[in-house]
């Protein structure tokens, strides 16, 4: 047995998201888990057999998704764990190549798509710029040297083995400045480490994103959460405040920044 899918979900029935519907129908993938935060009240709907359903009621967030997965993983004799969420779409032939790569990928390798959003801006694989800002680099399918280009999480494939001597994905962070966390500690414990960068192109949907502040400032505490934690994060905080404070118009995300930092 080679990759075991795990797909993160919070609020959502499975069998409604685009990358249960654009990649794990797929009746090649023999299981995957289901990593659920969603709160008790939710009630989640699975008919799919091949699920491994977790359910985390109080939203662990997604590197304990990840480290629970990578747990059942290796207990059941995979070697590869593919991370999913739940609006990612796949390209059609994308399970031929995750199974074809798993067969001929070096070790220290992390695997991921090129990923783009809905209106086809580009979103991974990207570095860190000025001020902080991901940039996201258009780059062809290959292998990279890994650390100044990384992938963000959804679609990226990694070794059971290697993701536990990083010593797992860090549970403090829930959902920000996971990848980057994770791969600059790949990076350190891989002195060779590299990306292979897929053929397939994924796509991103942020259409949940909203215009609300009240809903804006709750995401953004968890960011900012996850932004006190991450050393190297505080530029890009920064500037994630500054920029929400001139699209709302509204002082309450300088307050929340300056209540984490100071």
Known sequence: ???????VLYNALLGEQKSYLSLLRDSRWREFVVYDNSPESFVQKISDERAVYVRDSSNGGLSKAYNKAAEIARKK???????LDQDTTFPDYATDEYFRLADETSVQTIIAPRLVSSAGKRISPCRRGFFGKSVAENLKSGIY???KTVPVNS????????????????ERLHLDFVDFDFVGRFVKTFASSKLQLMDSVAVQDFANDTDDADKMLI???????DARIHPESFMVALRHTISLTLRTKKMCFILEFFKIYF
């Open 1 to 7: 047995m080679k990759i075991l899918p795990v797909i």
């Open 145 to 147: 040297p890994l650390g």
């Open 155 to 170: 679609g990226t494939c990694l070794r059971i083995s290697e993701i536990e001597r990083c010593g797992g994905y860090d």
């Open 77 to 83: 004799g995979y070697e590869w764990l593919l991370l």
């Open 219 to 225: 995401r953004f505490k968890s960011f900012s959460n």
